[in-house]
């Protein structure tokens, strides 16, 4: 029974480390979710070995999802990683990329215990978001220069979203995602952000995946204020 219990074990790790959705409504794995669930030895195996190899575990609608834990070199992704899957140079540019992310986030949930409000968000709903939040939490870019101002600070990103034009010159360039333009950076953004599964675009909408809902309601709550409080943000704010 022991050795069953730890196959059925490494069947379910397997098959979440492989990127696979764990849930009852998923044919190829609703045999694996009902062993995870009704088999209390398989649910400790998992949950262990998630916990030494610094993975998270989130539950959401009847489904199983799997992510990297804070600082998981192994499967998780670094700021170096992310620069070269993005294709950016500067921390800067990578930094604006994770600030248009978290303001993805923002326009479906402000804190814990908001719940979606919205069933898609549409590019112009992140240009307008990025750009309000950055021009009410810095005053007066006139006096700074990028060389005034520390690379991960507000004021660093609301320079170089204040340089950028809101699409470049070329019109069949329009919705490329890039560097060039504040409409290339959140395309860039989500490209990523749907090559992980958590977006799905019809059209020019773009829609949260239960993946994408799993991991905000369960990790918001400690993690919500971080990249705002490391931006040089206030605490309280």
């Known amino acids: ?13 397997a ?3 492989t990127g696979q959705e764990i849930s009852r409504s998923n044919p190829d794995t609703r045999d ?6 009704a088999n209390a030895a398989v649910y400790d195996i998992v949950t ?7 993975l998270n575990l989130y539950e959401y609608q009847d489904a199983v999802y799997l992510t990297a834990g804070e600082g998981n070199r192994v499967f998780g992704y670094t700021n170096d990683d992310m620069k070269r899957l993005l294709g950016l140079r500067l921390n800067r540019e990578l930094y604006m990329v994770y600030f248009i992310m978290y303001n993805f986030l923002l326009l479906f949930y402000q804190d814990s215990a908001s719940y979606q409000v919205k069933e898609y968000v549409r590019l112009e709903d992140i240009l307008e978001q990025v750009t309000t939040y950055l021009a009410s939490i810095t005053k007066d870019l006139s006096v700074y220069s990028m060389s005034d101002v520390e690379a991960d600070s507000f004021k660093s990103l609301a320079l170089l979203w204040d340089e950028l034009p809101l699409v470049t010159s070329d019109e069949k360039d329009k919705n490329r995602a890039s560097r060039a333009s504040r409409t290339g950076y959140v395309k860039l953004t989500f490209n990523f952000l749907q090559e992980q599964k958590l977006f799905i675009a019809v059209e020019d909408r773009y829609y949260p995946t239960d993946r994408f809902h799993a991991i905000v309601e369960n990790y918001f709550e400690e993690y919500k204020g971080k990249i705002y409080k ?8």
Not at 1 to 13: G, H, I, P, S
Not at 48 to 54: F, Q, R, W
Not at 230 to 237: I, R
Request: glycine share 6%.
């Open 48 to 54: 262990k070995m998630m916990k030494k190899l610094n």
């Open 230 to 237: 490391v931006l040089g943000g206030e605490t309280n704010a």
């Open 15 to 17: 098959a979440l480390i």
């Open 32 to 37: 694996l979710y009902e062993e995870f669930y």
């Open 1 to 13: 029974m022991e050795q069953r219990n730890l196959e059925k074990a490494l069947d379910v790790y």
